[in-house]
């Protein structure tokens, strides 16, 4: 099964040493010896010593306290900052995928929801609309359907993508999921 994001980043941490050379406290020290005052900046830093992006932004929230996994709303609003108006189809979505089966957790780059803990289905706000990542039953059913987009998030087991810019796309396609 895959990481949620938030084992993701710890595993980040945890590998640290073996695919840099440098353990999070030695990364620490060198961002302290630049005098890096805030995780921005120790991101952008990071990336140019070297880190991946993750890495880097990995290092900077443990430094500077700013766990964005700790606050999954602030995660959801940071999403839809640029198109506030697909926020409301998002929420329609989550209220139709009920059950305990069906898990909302938050990245910063997309909305996944796991159902039996893989991705069943992932969100994106874009200019087009909002953006729905997943596996249809049946795509040629689906007007509109694309192929999936992995930089829009989500798992490469999903194959389809969907623009939403109604609740009633959102039924018929959220209806497909479960």
């Given at each position: 099964?895959?990481?949620?994001?938030?084992?993701?980043?710890?595993?980040?941490?945890?590998?640290?040493?073996?695919?840099?050379?440098?353990?999070?406290?030695?990364?620490?020290?060198?961002?302290?010896?630049?005098?890096?005052?805030?995780?921005?900046?120790?991101?952008?830093?990071?990336?140019?010593?070297?880190?991946?992006?993750?890495?880097?932004?990995?290092?900077?929230?443990?430094?500077?306290?700013?766990?964005q996994y700790a606050d999954?709303?602030?995660?959801?609003?940071?999403?839809?900052?640029?198109?506030?108006?697909?926020?409301?189809?998002?929420?329609?979505?989550?209220?139709?995928l009920t059950g305990p089966?069906?898990?909302?957790?938050?990245?910063?780059?997309?909305?996944?929801?796991?159902?039996?803990?893989r991705i069943a289905v992932?969100?994106?706000?874009?200019?087009?609309?909002?953006?729905?990542?997943?596996?249809?039953?049946?795509?040629?059913?689906?007007?509109?359907?694309?192929?999936?987009?992995?930089?829009?998030?989500?798992?490469?087991?999903?194959?389809?993508?969907?623009?939403?810019?109604?609740?009633?796309?959102?039924?018929?396609?959220?209806?497909?999921?479960?």
């Amino acid at each position: 099964m895959a990481l949620g994001p938030k084992a993701m980043g710890e595993a980040i941490i945890a590998n640290l040493k073996s695919k840099t050379g440098k353990d999070l406290a030695g990364w620490q020290a060198e961002l302290a010896e630049a005098g890096v005052a805030d995780a921005a900046a120790a991101t952008r830093l990071l990336i140019e010593r070297g880190l991946g992006q993750f890495q880097a932004a990995s290092v900077a929230e443990h430094t500077f306290g700013d766990d964005q996994y700790a606050d999954s709303e602030r995660l959801v609003d940071d999403q839809f900052r640029r198109y506030p108006e697909q926020r409301a189809l998002y929420d329609h979505a989550l209220d139709r995928l009920t059950g305990p089966e069906f898990t909302a957790k938050p990245c910063r780059t997309y909305l996944p929801v796991y159902r039996d803990g893989r991705i069943a289905v992932s969100f994106k706000a874009t200019p087009r609309g909002l953006y729905a990542a997943l596996t249809l039953p049946d795509p040629a059913a689906v007007p509109g359907r694309v192929d999936h987009k992995p930089s829009l998030g989500g798992s490469p087991r999903l194959k389809d993508g969907v623009y939403l810019t109604s609740p009633d796309e959102v039924d018929r396609v959220v209806g497909q999921v479960g």
